[in-house]
């Protein structure tokens, strides 16, 4: 009911309240006080009540604004794993400034509503973000508990289940967010994936086959499925499917470096270098591609570009036992052997595992280091 219609309300109510004392009373300046003093009370409860109903509304609206701010600082539901992932080195200070002014943001939303389940879980995603998954999985287990139909809680505590490497849980929580939203890309992506990581690839291709046709142009299910595709033998398609997820979203430096990784392993190792050209140039950081890139010079008998990128991985990542074992190869070939003795004692100190030829590293069904030797 608008302002007007509680006035009219208010008149009514006054003038019955107004009529009754009059009859008792049989004053008419009692009942024109009586109509005034009801009236201003009546209207002074009716604005006292439209503030907080304002107040609250506004509050709401407030709350809203902050979540999505902080959700697009964090890098929305793609954004957030890959920052937080093992694989990939982000731009740490610039992520690290996003991460800070999404905490300031919520601890505002927080003074508003501090029960708002989206709330807690957007805590949650911080923590996430930070890498702190089991603090994260308490925070998004407590809004789950606020709001147990919220599939993308669900969705973001298989997301924390992937990262710790228990993919049983993971699948658990991804199964409730499609069964919660049967018709989300994203989900069924995202349970896909898992399925791929814990080396269930049928299962996997099917579920991001699901992602496909719910959204065709979901880049990141074409990307995955093609990598599963590749690993059960149909190579040709496979590489196909990365293609078609580049065509969608040529910016990114994931989809170029898995595309590196399935050329390199079909043995088209100058097809593979210049993707992993392009994955390094998006994102300069990424020191897995890097590292990939420096194989591939290697292996072309460009030793001097290997060095190079090698030590680039080296300085972004310098506990990355892997790329120092490279470098060792790239001086051996370049006669520096005091150097190559060096870069073998820093890879043997940081634990280099010579007998393991494919690096699956976290993501385990997916490939996703290739060997320098």
């Known amino acids: 009911m608008n302002l007007i219609g509680y006035l009219v309300l208010a008149a009514i109510c006054t003038l019955v309240i107004g009529v009754i004392c009059y009859i008792k009373v049989k004053s008419k300046w009692a009942f024109a006080n009586w109509i ?25 609206i407030r709350v809203l604004k902050i979540l999505d701010e902080s959700w697009d600082l964090l890098g929305g539901e793609g954004g957030v794993p890959q920052k937080a992932s093992k694989e990939i080195k982000p731009k740490v200070k610039r992520d690290e400034e996003n991460i800070v002014k ?22 949650g995603e911080i923590l996430f973000a930070r890498g702190k998954y089991e603090k994260a999985l308490q925070k998004f287990y407590l809004s789950i508990a606020k709001d147990p139909e919220n599939a993308s809680v669900y969705g973001a505590i298989g997301r924390c289940y992937s990262h710790i490497e228990d993919f049983k849980k993971a699948i658990e929580a991804q199964k409730k967010a499609v069964e919660l939203e049967p018709e989300s890309a994203t989900h069924l992506q995202n349970l896909g994936t898992t399925y791929l990581i814990d080396k269930q690839a049928k299962l996997g291709i099917k579920k991001l086959r699901e ?26 398609d496979g590489i196909k499917k990365v293609e078609r997820a580049i065509e969608i979203d040529p910016k990114n430096a994931l989809f170029h470096y898995h595309l590196g990784l399935l050329k390199y392993t079909a043995n088209q190792i100058e097809d593979a270098q210049k993707s992993f050209e392009l994955s390094a140039s998006i994102e300069p950081t990424y ?10 010079y290697y292996k072309l008998d460009k030793f001097q570009a290997a060095k190079e990128t090698f030590e680039k991985a080296i300085y972004i990542d310098p506990t990355d036992p892997d790329v120092y074992k490279g470098l060792e190869l790239a001086l051996m070939k370049m006669n520096d052997l005091g150097g ?5 004692e820093k890879a043997k100190e940081l634990g280099y595992n010579a007998k393991q030829k494919i690096k699956e590293g976290r993501s385990g069904g997916i490939l996703s280091r290739i060997e320098v030797e």
């Open 36 to 60: 005034i003093a009801t009236f201003a009370l009546l209207l002074c409860l009716y604005t006292l009540c439209d503030n907080i109903i304002i107040r609250e509304r506004d509050n709401k």
């Open 102 to 123: 999404a905490e300031r943001k919520i601890a505002e939303a927080k003074l508003i509503d501090p029960e708002n389940p989206k709330v807690i879980k957007m805590e």
């Open 211 to 236: 992602s496909i046709n719910v959204n065709p142009s979901n880049a990141f299910a074409l990307m995955y499925l093609g990598v599963g595709l590749f690993q059960e033998g149909e190579k040709e």
């Open 287 to 296: 020191s897995a591609a890097l590292y990939n890139l420096g194989v591939c």
């Open 340 to 344: 190559a003795r060096k870069a073998r």
